[in-house]
């Protein structure tokens, strides 16, 4: 379409060649790096949730440090704080993660006051390595929270589309042949949507087909269950 604006100069075809090159470099690039941030924060997230997994595990093995009443109400609690970590990553809609954000927030102060009595009555070393689990559990999730957070900044998107569409624009201008090869000069703009697409896919935690699977959060779920239903029964033949 924009190929009968071009003048037939040698010299201006040569220049457009090289203002194309550079173009196309260039956009090729800004995409690389684009997908190269939106992976290392999709890394980043899997990461956090095995840190989370750990912390809850640990924090739950610990328990069985402190007084048995305290230890089997932070017991529970744990439970359910699992509940909602494995909740948080497989609701979407913000309503919900709204609701389960108050709640494991309610629950980290539950479980906190729960654990403070006993750290400032009885400050031994076996206390401190239960209160320091609990740290590491409420730090685990905030971490996580300003992972999920961590997104593409706009002005990238922004300077990336701008680049596709000048790189569009060249490719379009200094085409020949167009009308007889327009399914040819069609697979470059939708590659780049491709690309889009994928960058956008992985950058959004929530949304889209790639997303984080709190696989570690289930399986420690799993291997919690066991171990609380041979308590329960020990305790009902008792």
């Given at each position: 379409m924009l190929s009968k604006y071009r003048t037939k100069d040698t010299e201006t075809s040569a220049d457009l060649g090289i203002i194309q090159t550079a173009t196309l470099t260039l956009l090729g690039l800004i995409i690389g790096f684009t997908f190269s941030m939106a992976i290392a924060r999709y890394d980043l997230r899997q990461t956090y949730e095995e840190a989370e997994a750990n912390a809850i595990g640990t924090e739950f093995?610990?328990?069985?440090?402190?007084?048995?009443?305290?230890?089997?109400?932070?017991?529970?609690?744990?439970?359910?704080?699992?509940?909602?970590?494995?909740?948080?990553?497989?609701?979407?809609?913000?309503?919900?993660?709204?609701?389960?954000?108050?709640?494991?927030?309610?629950?980290?102060?539950?479980?906190?006051?729960?654990?403070?009595?006993?750290?400032?009555?009885q400050p031994t070393p076996t206390i401190a390595l239960a209160v320091s689990g609990m740290n590491d559990l409420i730090n685990s999730q905030g971490y996580t929270?300003?992972?999920?957070?961590?997104?593409?900044?706009?002005?990238?998107?922004?300077?990336?589309?701008?680049?596709?569409?000048?790189?569009?624009?060249?490719?379009?201008?200094?085409?020949?042949?167009?009308?007889?090869?327009?399914?040819?000069f069609m697979i470059f703009p939708v590659m780049i949507s491709i690309s889009f697409f994928l960058i956008a896919d992985i950058d959004s935690p929530r949304g889209g087909v790639i997303r984080i699977d709190p696989r570690n959060l289930i399986d420690l779920k799993q291997n919690i269950a066991p171990k609380n239903s041979a308590t329960h029964s020990i305790g009902d033949q008792k």
């Open positions: 093995l610990r328990a069985d440090l402190l007084p048995s009443k305290t230890a089997e109400t932070i017991k529970g609690l744990l439970n359910e704080y699992l509940d909602q970590r494995i909740l948080f990553y497989s609701k979407q809609d913000q309503e919900t993660i709204q609701q389960i954000r108050r709640r494991t927030n309610a629950l980290e102060g539950a479980l906190w006051n729960e654990l403070l009595p006993i750290a400032r009555t929270q300003a992972a999920w957070w961590n997104r593409i900044p706009g002005a990238a998107w922004w300077l990336m589309a701008a680049i596709a569409i000048g790189a569009n624009i060249l490719v379009g201008f200094g085409a020949r042949n167009f009308k007889s090869n327009v399914g040819l």
